[in-house]
């Protein structure tokens, strides 16, 4: 694990409140980090509606598959999460869905939930055998140590790379009566998710149907932690699941306040994975506008995002526009270099397919020696439009990944 904190953290991890129906514990099981957590056990009350996304990966992991399975299942018993740091458990064969099976049956029989109902992740390094032997010997400890308020070191206990732990929370009131949101996720480095993110973890003690509450997921996901990068890689891990236990006995399907609220929860753990990205020094927004339509917004707006040469740029503190028109005409995306026109901060820098006559390179100069920097770009061609997030890319991604394994 990266030992020191990015400079764009948070000032600590937030206080979250309690979620009604939802209780944590974690301890650590020694999977694959030495002296820290690295195992969390989220046990929801009975009732509970469970909504997820998950990596479209073609080597996805044996846990991201088991999930997926029982999404949708019957939501009249309890349901279970257990996630592990240190070991992906992807691309290990049969050990790999050996090792799940065995997770959620002796997790089924320490917290009685059905084993339809338990749901486990796990992330770290790929390729390796897990000893799950090391979890299923804590799960009497973890189920002992359940606590509504054991939330933060929930989210310690699912860090790799991360350098802090990340929560966010949101309430709305529905009828007159208040509803909670809180979120946990982790995050850092091999992130550019793809129908999914990392791992997300978010609780609610709103009542929704499975049904609503899946398409409500799956559509915010799209919005949010399908619209950052780190590195331009999936994960064969990335899982985001949304449990609401209905204990406010609230019913938010289909209320727009809600909706509202666990999108502000989505976004603002998307932007702390981005702002944690390994070696990152400056957090980036990247705006489309003029698009053909908001799918080719998007893909310009990732291209310019993943784009090494823009990434280093920044990190450089560059406002090297050139290669920001290089990313846009290689996404694949229609564009015309006669209307397109980009900003730096507030300084317009290229206007109709050439450098902008007022432009003055210090203005721009001076934008990107802030910690949060903006890019627009405006293609000129229709209403399409879109905003994605990334980090810069400095030497420490590489001093962190290449002994990633050490």
């Not at 917290?111 to 770290?124: D, E, K, L, Q």
């Not at 901060?345 to 020696?369: F, I, P, R």
Request: glycine fraction near 10%.
């Amino acid at each position: 694990m990266a030992s020191k904190i990015s400079p764009l953290a948070p000032a600590r991890f937030p206080d979250l409140p309690p979620i009604a129906g939802v209780q944590f514990a974690a301890v650590a099981a020694g999977v694959g980090y030495s002296g820290r957590t690295d195992v969390m056990l989220a046990q929801c009350a009975p009732g509970t509606s469970i909504a997820g996304v998950f990596t479209r990966s073609a080597t996805r992991s044996a846990a991201v598959l088991d999930c997926q399975a029982k999404l949708g299942s019957a939501t009249t018993a309890g349901a279970a999460i257990l996630v592990n740091s240190g070991n992906s458990n992807a691309f290990t064969g049969l050990n790999g869905a050996v090792a799940v099976s065995t997770i959620v049956e002796a997790t089924a029989s320490a917290t009685g939930i059905p084993t339809n109902r338990v749901f486990t992740a796990s992330t770290g390094v790929i390729g390796e055998p897990l000893h799950h032997e090391r979890i299923t010997d804590k799960l009497p400890e973890l189920n002992s140590a359940l606590s509504a308020d054991g939330i933060e070191g929930a989210a310690r206990a699912i860090m790799t790379t991360d350098t802090y732990a990340k929560g966010a929370s949101a309430t709305c009131t529905i009828d007159g009566k208040p509803v909670s949101i809180a979120g946990i996720a982790k995050g850092s480095g091999m992130i550019a998710p793809d129908m999914a993110t990392m791992l997300v973890y978010i609780f609610t003690d709103a009542l929704v149907d499975q049904s609503a509450l899946q398409d409500m997921t799956a559509r915010l996901c799209d919005q949010t932690f399908n619209c950052i990068t780190v590195d331009s890689d999936t994960s064969t891990s990335d899982s985001l699941l949304v449990a609401a236990t209905g204990a406010s006995q609230v019913n938010a399907a289909g209320d727009a306040g809600f909706e509202q609220a666990l999108h502000k929860v989505m976004l603002d753990l998307a932007h702390q994975v981005v702002r944690d990205g390994e070696g990152a020094t400056k957090f980036v927004e990247i705006t489309v506008t003029g698009a053909v339509d908001t799918a080719s917004a998007r893909t310009h707006g990732l291209s310019i995002a993943n784009s090494p040469l823009v990434k280093t740029a920044i990190a450089g503190e560059d406002p090297n526009w050139g290669r920001v028109v290089m990313a846009v005409g290689k996404s694949g995306a229609p564009a015309d270099r006669d209307t397109l026109s980009i900003w730096f901060g507030d300084t317009q820098v290229a206007e109709d397919g050439w450098v902008s006559l007022n432009y003055v390179e210090a203005d721009a100069a001076a934008h990107m020696k802030g910690d949060q920097i903006r890019i627009r770009v405006d293609c000129g061609m229709g209403d399409g439009a879109a905003t994605v997030w990334t980090c810069d890319l400095t030497h420490r991604y590489i001093d962190i990944n290449a002994d990633y394994r050490s």
